[in-house]
């Protein structure tokens, strides 16, 4: 039976129409994640489709020291909680140790556990503690099959607040595939599933920094809505090229609403259908 994440009005399932999360890969500045959260809310609101904010308070899994990795902890996660206040989004941010749960829990209503940390037991047990929802991403190098065992790490502390997201899987070694089958696999916990389709356009390893195809964000979107999700997971930026992080897969930000659109619309077809709302039961 699929399950039902509440944060606020907010309601979260697989069966549910798609909810949009969205932001830029890290707080650059105030003044972007005010620009992208305003933009991000009115087009939302627009096409009556529920939204989180989406910004990483700092990112650690960078590929070159020199890379760029946050204005600091106190100066984000304050941004973040104005974002919260100013414009009444719920925001989820990662977090990459245990220490930081607790922390971050104070501003953000989804903690991320990040795909190449989701077998990290301490850092799962500590997300769980804190009673938020819980994101945990699907590793790179991890079947969809085995999700449920962190899964389980996090149901342990007494949380069921989980929803699980699909970021493509490694193809090589500059490369990421991904599986609609995993969709459907992960969808079998119960829990909410998501579509991250900005990460899953990554090329990583192809350099310094981690390059991208970003030309695969819509199909990849318009794939995983007609398989039935219960949000879609972009990454948006005003100016990509210029992003201080994934810089090569965001989604430009004036490329939103017309993809929300196709997607809305498909969304609507699948879930509308007799046949899935009984495979839904069937998962």
Request: charged letters at 20%; a negative charge.
């Amino acid at each position: 039976m699929n399950k039902t994440i509440t944060i606020g009005k907010l309601k979260i399932s697989n069966d549910l129409p798609f909810t949009l999360i969205a932001g830029p890969c890290v707080v650059e500045s105030r003044d972007l994640v005010f620009k992208v959260a305003e933009t991000v809310r009115r087009i939302s609101d627009n096409l009556g489709i529920p939204c989180i904010f989406k910004a990483s308070y700092k990112k650690a899994n960078r590929t070159s020291i020199s890379s760029f990795m946050g204005i600091g902890d106190d100066e984000a996660l304050q941004a973040l909680a104005d974002v919260k206040k100013e414009f009444g989004l719920p925001v989820i941010t990662d977090i990459h140790s245990a220490e930081e749960a607790a922390f971050a829990a104070e501003v953000a209503d989804i903690l991320q556990i990040p795909a190449f940390l989701c077998r990290q037991t301490e850092l799962l047990l500590a997300a769980g503690k804190t009673g938020k929802v819980v994101n945990i991403k699907k590793g790179q190098f991890l079947s969809p099959y085995k999700i449920s065992e962190a899964v389980e790490k996090v149901e342990s502390t007494g949380n069921t607040n989980i929803m699980l997201t699909e970021r493509g899987s490694t193809f090589g070694y500059s490369d990421l595939v991904v599986d609609m089958r995993g969709l459907v696999v992960m969808a079998k916990t119960g829990y909410p599933v998501v579509m991250d389709s900005t990460h899953s356009v990554q090329a990583p390893g192809s350099g310094k920094v981690t390059g991208g195809n970003p030309e695969f964000i819509y199909p990849l979107a318009k794939a995983a809505a007609a398989v039935g999700i219960s949000a879609l997971f972009l990454e948006v930026h005003p100016d990509p090229k210029n992003a201080l992080s994934d810089a090569a897969s965001q989604l430009p930000l004036g490329s939103l609403e017309d993809l929300l659109r196709t997607v809305k619309s498909i969304d609507e077809i699948v879930k509308s259908g007799e046949e899935f709302l009984a495979e839904t039961q069937l998962i």
